[in-house]
């Protein structure tokens, strides 16, 4: 057989595989639909799938879909970065010092466990409804309007779903560089900032990746709950709360099928980048 052909015939039965779920469930979605013939509680797949064929249309007068999950990725973005610029140096430095990982290691064990919820008292009591626009003082234009809706109190929430992922990673990946590595590059006369610039970094990036990704799948986890904060009037967690609110139960499920196909998307993306610089690691293994 043709290798070409082979190629996509392989292809070809891997998305099939992958199809069989999604169709049974639909199916099944379908009817049930049908059978309790009542849209609050359960709507067709119909239903559903006109308003995502539909993303820009407004919806129950609080705007599209794809507008509302633009502002909910400014959110997500905004925690996310913050987590990973404090998280990544942190989580490095404690895992090459013995005495920062002293220092630090209590302190994080101690509030890792607490979910990110348990904050929402304590942050509405910090930073209230301010946002992004009241840091910079803008307060007009297109601007103003994108950054009003990036409140403090939501980012915090996604940066601390965010942090302990990262930082932990960072730590492991840094300890579990080889010792030998270290040790071999001294004798060769290597200096500190060239075994922890050129040697330990190198080899902790794979597990820092890997944090990276699952921390931004905690941070798009953790939207929906900084959405239903006060201040928010906007963004996909709040659209589904609203539609709840009012028994629209189709543009629910619209909103969580599409909170799920962007965190897939973020997923996918960040694999490809893993498999592509680190195709290495595969090799040595």
């Known amino acids: ?16 595989i992958m199809l069989i779920l999604p169709l049974v469930f ?21 239903m559903v799938l006109q308003l995502l064929s539909h993303p820009s249309e407004n919806l129950i007068s609080m705007g599209s879909l794809t507008n509302n999950i633009f502002i909910s990725l400014l959110r997500v973005l905004a925690g996310y ?4 610029m404090l998280a990544i140096p942190l989580g490095i430095l404690m895992g090459y010092y013995a005495k920062i990982f002293q220092l630090f290691n209590t302190f994080v064990g101690l509030f890792r466990p607490i979910p990110p919820l348990a904050w929402v008292p304590l942050v509405l009591a910090w930073f209230g409804i301010s946002s992004f626009a009241t840091l910079t003082g803008v307060e007009r234009g297109i601007l103003f ?36 590595l270290i040790d071999s590059a001294r004798v060769l006369g290597a200096s500190e900032s060239d075994i922890f610039f050129k040697i330990l970094i190198p080899a902790a990036k794979p597990s820092i990746v890997n944090g990276m990704r699952i921390g931004l799948g905690v941070a798009w986890m953790c939207l929906v709950s900084a959405e239903m904060l006060p201040g928010s009037l906007s963004g996909i967690g709040y659209l589904i709360t609203h539609a709840y609110t009012i028994a629209r139960t189709d543009v629910v499920i619209a909103g969580m099928i599409s909170i799920g196909v962007v965190g897939a998307l973020m997923d996918t993306l960040f694999r490809i980048f893993e498999e592509k610089k680190f195709k290495w690691q595969r090799l040595i293994r």
């Not at 052909?5 to 039965?13: I, Q, T, Y």
């Not at 639909?26 to 609050?40: E, G, Q, R």
């Not at 970065?81 to 990973?84: H, Y």
Request: proline residues 5%; aromatic residues 12%; positive net charge.
């Open 1 to 16: 057989m043709n290798p070409w052909v082979r190629l996509m015939s392989k292809n070809v039965a891997n998305i099939c």
């Open 81 to 84: 970065i913050l987590a990973v």
């Open 26 to 46: 639909i199916i099944i979605w379908f009817y049930l639909a049908k059978s309790i013939d009542n849209t609050v509680i359960l709507p067709s797949p119909a």
């Open 145 to 180: 309007i994108y950054l009003n809706n990036i409140k403090l109190s939501m980012v915090f929430i996604i940066f601390i779903g965010a942090f302990y992922p990262v930082l932990t990673s960072a730590i492991y990946g840094v300890k579990n560089v080889k010792k030998t």
